[in-house]
């Protein structure tokens, strides 16, 4: 099925550093979603938006819908260990509809 | 809030058998459910979509034959996977929206359910 352009695939940090990632699409979502997964789990739900523009933090992570709907992104400030996991953007079209998913960026954090 | 729970976590079985994987959402009423399977350093896979009450929708290439799902109740949908073969090994994670009371139609996903096929 369709997927979203997720980059970077992987990165490697060291503890402190800044991250940031990005989710793009060639059509419109109305909703764009960030999860992080770790090994043997279920996605986990970081941060929703719902409106073209906004911009949310939640804790050390911000994400920003893109004006054009289009795009997204999520960043992570002071990267700590525990940050170490996979992250998935997901955009959704309509309210309760199926999410179309990135491919994930791998995340690793350096002591 | 906003809680999925899946069981088993982990199940073996041999070739041929047929395996039940139930989905719950224990804190909220959830109207649609999906069903994913994810295979190592690979995304999550849509299979199908079931809203309470209804037959599920597949999506191409997946066959209802094989992956039967049942969503009877607001809470629990299963997904068996019949006469399970190798190649259906994989990690199976169930998610469900509904209204939650923190947002409405937001998916919560389930803490997946690894299958190995012998």
């Known amino acids: 099925g369709q997927q979203l352009n997720q980059s970077p695939q992987s990165m490697f940090i060291q503890e402190g550093e800044d991250v940031s990632m990005n989710c793009t699409s060639s059509s419109i979502f109305n909703t764009w979603l960030w999860y992080k997964q770790d090994p043997g789990e279920g996605p986990v739900l970081l941060?929703?938006?719902?409106?073209?523009?906004?911009?949310?933090?939640?804790?050390?992570?911000?994400?920003?819908?893109?004006?054009?709907?289009?795009?997204?992104?999520?960043n992570i400030s002071a990267s700590i260990p525990s940050d170490v996991g996979i992250y998935f953007c997901a955009g959704q079209l309509t309210s309760g509809s199926r999410l179309t998913f990135g491919e994930g960026t791998q995340l690793t954090v350096n002591p | 809030g906003a809680v999925v729970s899946q069981h088993p976590s982990?199940?073996?079985?041999?070739?041929?058998?047929?395996?039940?994987?139930?989905?719950?959402?224990?804190?909220?009423?959830?109207?649609?459910?999906f069903w994913y399977r994810q295979f190592p350093k690979q995304s999550l896979m849509l299979m199908a979509t079931s809203n309470e009450g209804s037959k599920a929708t597949y999506e191409q290439g997946v066959e209802k034959d094989k992956f039967l799902i049942n969503h009877a109740s607001l809470t629990l949908s299963t997904l068996t996977v019949t006469s399970a073969h190798p190649e259906d090994s994989s990690f199976y994670i169930c998610s469900a929206s509904g209204t939650s009371g923190r947002s409405t139609d937001t998916q919560y996903f389930g803490p997946g359910t690894r299958l190995t096929v012998l």
Do not use: H, P
């Open chain 2, 10 to 33: 982990w199940v073996i079985c041999k070739s041929g058998t047929s395996v039940k994987i139930e989905c719950r959402s224990l804190d909220f009423q959830a109207t649609t459910m």
């Open chain 1, 47 to 74: 941060i929703a938006l719902y409106k073209a523009g906004e911009l949310t933090s939640n804790g050390r992570l911000t994400a920003q819908f893109g004006i054009t709907r289009k795009d997204s992104f999520l």
